[in-house]
Nanobody, 116 residues
Framework: VQLQASGGGLVQAGGSLRLSCAAS????????MGWYRQTPGRPREWVAS???????NHADSVQGRFSISRDNAKKTVYLQMNSLKPEDTAVYSC???????????WGQGTLVTVSS
């Protein structure tokens, strides 16, 4: 299983970006997926997650600004980020949650930089 994250970049405060995480394999729809972020010297932070059925949860820090979604036909999970703030600057990674005997997988991360 490979997870390929993309869509990061440099954006001004108040701007928007959409991150994508494309997965390999044929059973993408069975798995819950999540987005996390990390800045140097700080622990990885959960941002949002989506179940196989499409139910979503978002961290309080991004609630109302970010939105996670998925397209099972494209085997891709998205993170729409609006009203970006400098404190959103981080490397964002996607995660495929474990299911049964199958372990979790992580993507390589994409850097988001928000300038003030």
């Amino acid at each position: 299983v490979q997870l390929q994250a993309s869509g990061g970049g440099l954006v001004q405060a108040g701007g928007s970006l959409r991150l994508s995480c494309a997965a390999s394999g044929s059973t993408f729809s069975r798995y819950a997926m999540g987005w996390y972020r990390q800045t140097p010297g700080r622990p990885r932070e959960w941002v949002a997650s989506i179940t196989s059925g499409g139910a979503t949860n978002h961290a309080d820090s991004v609630q109302g600004r970010f939105s996670i979604s998925r397209d099972n036909a494209k085997k891709t999970v998205y993170l729409q980020m609006n009203s970006l703030k400098p404190e959103d600057t981080a490397v964002y990674s996607c995660r495929r949650f474990a299911l049964g005997r199958e372990g979790e997988y992580w993507g390589q991360g994409t850097l988001v930089t928000v300038s003030s």
